[in-house]
Nanobody, 115 residues
Framework: QVQLVESGGGLVQAGGSLRLSCAAS????????MGWYRQAPGKQRELVAR???????NYADSVKGRFTISRDSAKNTMYLEMNSLKPEDTAVYYC?????????WGKGTLVTVSS
């Protein structure tokens, strides 16, 4: 079993920055693919960024150049550095981890960007 706990969300003005963290615990073997997803009110959950190993990453076009995903495998923690935030970035952000072919999700952390 895998547990994921997100933190770092909050209210920020447009143009501001936030750093999200996702702490993973449980049956984690090796370097598991992890990612950040988000879901805005009335919209489907979408991929924000994913990291498959220490150096392999990919981003949604809408956040390229503004967001940076990283991980500290020793601490089983993943991060999302979010800069130049826009009101359209407002959403609940979820941490995802893939282990042994199964998807695990955190409960999410709310990010609200005011204009």
């Amino acid at each position: 079993q895998v547990q994921l706990v997100e933190s770092g969300g909050g209210l920020v003005q447009a143009g501001g920055s936030l750093r999200l963290s996702c702490a993973a615990s449980g049956s984690i073997f090796g370097i598991n693919p992890m990612g950040w997803y988000r879901q805005a009110p009335g919209k489907q959950r979408e991929l924000v960024a994913r990291i498959t190993s220490g150096v392999s990453t990919n981003y949604a076009d809408s956040v390229k150049g503004r967001f940076t995903i990283s991980r500290d495998s020793a601490k089983n923690t993943m991060y999302l550095e979010m800069n130049s935030l826009k009101p359209e970035d407002t959403a609940v952000y979820y941490c995802n981890l893939v282990a042994l072919g199964m998807d695990y999700w955190g409960k999410g952390t709310l990010v609200t960007v005011s204009s």
